[in-house]
């Protein structure tokens, strides 16, 4: 399997296919199999589970999904790769599916290839033009993954794990505590990628759980939203938002002043400054004063 990721395997693949990399799909192909064996390796698939895999490019990750798990699921875009994908992949336990993930169902996916409700393991290089939106749909998916190992673009990886007060930290730093426990695995070069992307990469492993936090997830992630929207401006003035769209009720700038007192939160500070703890705080008691 070493073979897949061989720069002279994948140029003689592209060749016979007449196949050329697409710029708007972010397609970079693995080719160190060391760095494909630890990524393997940190999704610690166990007998019986399942894998989804979302761009497996030329395959060479989903050979040892495949290898590893009772079946795995590929969600492919590009038509001419899964052309290639289901040619070279001659495994029953392998389902290619064209399509963009973004867009699926992916829990009809899964059962249409058989899949009964065993333990999942999302597995993916995700392009990173559609980073963000594809972590948020895996976590708010409620399919029971045991973990999620994602390859991402580093700078995301640490919006991803950044903690309050950081330059890095925001929205996605707050829904990926809100629904799991994150870690980085590892830091992947560029040089590792043919072709090679401008910018290096890391692998993030997330392992769902049961939110930290008591407050209303809509509401809770409605004031975090207003608090990024304007992140220069203070907490007093850009929750100031909420007015119009808060879910629960109307508020007024007074409700909001007068919740911030409560919560124990300085109005000057700004949003970047809050733990999720503390917006969960802050959620609940502007729900008092609707």
């Not at 060391?34 to 999704?43: D, F, L, P, Q, T």
Request: aromatic letters at 6%; one cysteine or more; charged letters at 25%.
């Amino acid at each position: 399997m070493s073979h897949i990721t061989s720069p002279s395997y994948i140029t003689r693949l592209m060749k016979k296919w007449g196949f050329s990399t697409k710029k708007r799909f972010g397609q970079n192909f693995l080719i160190d199999q060391n760095i494909v064996e630890r990524i393997i390796a940190c999704a610690q698939i166990q007998e019986g589970e399942w894998a989804l895999e979302i761009g497996p490019g030329l395959g060479a990750l989903t050979v040892h999904l495949a290898d590893q798990a009772a079946h795995v699921v590929a969600m492919e875009i590009d038509t001419s790769l899964v052309a290639i994908l289901r040619d070279t992949l001659q495994t029953p336990k392998a389902t290619i599916w064209e399509g963009d993930a973004l867009e699926a169902d992916w829990r009809k996916l899964l059962e249409e290839a058989g899949w009964q409700g065993q333990p999942l393991r999302l597995v993916a290089n995700l392009p990173y033009y559609l980073t963000s939106p594809l972590i948020m749909k895996a976590l708010e998916s409620a399919l029971p993954f045991a973990s999620m190992v994602v390859m991402v673009q580093k700078e995301v990886a640490l919006r991803m794990l950044a903690e309050a007060g950081s330059k890095d930290f925001g929205i996605l730093s707050l829904a990926v505590q809100y629904y799991a426990k994150g870690r980085m695995a590892m830091n992947v070069p560029r040089t590792v990628f043919l072709p090679s992307p401008a910018v290096d990469s890391a692998v993030v492993e997330l392992i769902p759980r049961t939110p930290p936090v008591d407050a209303p997830r809509d509401e809770l992630f409605a004031v975090i939203r207003a608090g990024f929207g304007q992140r220069r401006k203070t907490l007093r003035n850009a929750l100031k938002t909420l007015m119009d769209e808060w879910p629960a009720g109307e508020l007024s700038p007074e409700s909001i002043d007068q919740a911030l007192l409560r919560a124990n939160i300085d109005p000057t500070m700004r949003a970047e400054r809050l733990s999720l703890e503390e917006f969960s705080v802050l959620t609940k008691e502007l729900l008092k004063g609707v």
